[in-house]
């Protein structure tokens, strides 16, 4: 097409178009990524089958929460949103593999105790702390767990029975901060009885593995990446959350589940990276 003998679709204008579609995506993916995918929780639901898992556990019900990360994002409206679609659930057991916070624990620990409080299963709510936990005061957020009921598996397991089955639940301290110990934690569990490992990173599978130990471990802490845009950028992922960011992996005879975590770090954006609620039925 032609006005006054000049082609409309000069290099000028093709430029200009360009920029225009450019800009117009940018904004487009920045109010999506800042308004919309951090409200859309997805709730994936997994069914595992493990060879050595007593009759009893089958159909046991697990809900994984991680990275609450309290903050001027995560309010306490969303969190008790989040807490009603976890009771909604029915779990048989609540895990929460930490990070509740993310610099800060004294304002927002008391409201996050309460709303953590309302969490309902029927064997109770066990967690971990994270990397964030420890730089924002381990105290404030020991207390908090404390006076909400849930439990934390601090280098620590707890023993779930059903008749004569058991289950055990473990957990290990950050090992970003330096305070697992795994070998201390497989001396205290009993030889005999599945072993699910709760452990905030999830790089640290691969010394759960070699333990030989554990059937399982949750971990979250990679927040899936957060903002993680196909061929143009590479996922902002954390140290020991590198190698495992997402999802299920089969770490010789342990799976690994590394679940994207609820809130955010550093920019209040989450792209292709859906905030989750996770939710294991064994068999
Ligand atoms: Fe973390």
Redesign the pocket.
Known sequence: MTTNGKSRWNPRSITTYAALGTAILGLGGYIYARQIEPNRVDINHYSLKFANLAPEFKGYRLVQIS?IHADGWMTRNRVADIIKIVNSLNPDLIAIT??FVTYESTSHMDWLAVELGKLKAQDGVFAVL????HWSGADQVRKGLKDGGVIELQNSYHTLTRGEAVLHIAGID?H?IGMARIDTLVEKIPDKGFAILLA??PDFADLAAATGRFELQLS????GGQIHIPILAKPFL?Y??KKYPRGMYQINGMKLYTNR?LGM?HLPLRFNARPEIAVFTLE
């Open positions: 990275d930490g990070d994270g990397n964030h936990d950050s970003y905030h990173e979250g802490h990679s927040h954390p020991y959350g975590g770090i």
